[in-house]
């Protein structure tokens, strides 16, 4: 168990909405990044925090923004959902390091309709 | 660019039998390297990781890696299977100094009887 919890575990939206999803990580860990992944491929990294900083940030468009908060949780935000945009988010944390070893959430699973 | 090929889709193996499956990876320095587990509709499980060292990495579940530079590759094997294995498995890299992972499409293990 890697004590990173995610919420809510499932969503349903409609196109042009917003979305937010959260991210606790367990203690001791200061990072979190986020990953998308669409069924059937490997999680595709969209960004990391690290001290309420955007830290490093993947090929994703500006629709997608998160925030970190000061108890290191973390939420990713999507506007103007796209069909595209189903897909299972999962957050992972670490310990104020690189990639050296991050540990993933169960995810949340979103469906755009 | 860092990049991962896992060049089995899928895989099926039968109880009691050995499994190995395949990852290259694509990095120009010196790579730190993962396997994850995913069981259907959960997040990723780490398996074991690879930063240096020794080049064969043992990890949890019995699963053991060997990491080999010359054919750019980071195998998972597991000698003796059992039915529970049954899920996909990401093989990922990362750098130091880098804050993301990047992930392989994945391989399906289907374990029979």
């Known amino acids: 168990d890697a004590g990173v919890t995610q919420s809510p575990t499932h969503l349903i939206k409609t196109r042009g909405q917003q979305v937010t999803l959260r991210c606790s990580p367990k203690s001791g860990h200061d990072t979190v990044s986020w990953y998308q992944q669409a069924l059937g491929q490997g999680p595709q990294f969209i960004f990391q925090y690290y001290e309420e900083e955007e830290r490093q940030r993947g090929n994703f468009p500006d629709r997608f923004s998160g925030h970190q908060f000061p108890n290191y949780s973390s939420e990713l935000n999507v506007n103007a959902l796209l069909l595209g945009d189903s897909a299972l988010y999962l957050c992972?944390?670490?310990?104020?390091?690189?990639?050296?070893?991050?540990?993933f959430g169960p995810g949340t699973r979103l469906t755009v309709l | 660019a860092q990049s991962v090929t896992q060049p089995d889709i899928h895989i099926t193996v039968s109880e009691g039998a050995s499994l190995e499956l395949r990852c290259n990876y694509s990095y120009g320095a010196t790579p730190y390297l993962f396997w994850y587990v995913q069981s259907p509709g959960q997040g990723l499980q780490l398996l074991l990781k690879?930063?240096?060292?020794?080049?064969l990495v043992q990890g949890i579940k019995g699963f053991e890696a060997e990491f080999k530079r010359s054919q750019s590759s980071f195998n998972l094997r597991k000698p003796s299977v059992h039915w529970s294995d049954a899920a996909e498995y990401f093989c990922a890299v990362g750098a130091r100094g880098d804050y993301k992972l990047s992930f392989g499409a994945g391989t399906t293990v289907t374990v029979r009887a």
């Open positions: 992972a944390c670490g310990a104020s390091g690189g990639a050296d070893t991050q540990y």
């Open positions: 690879y930063f240096s060292g020794d080049t």
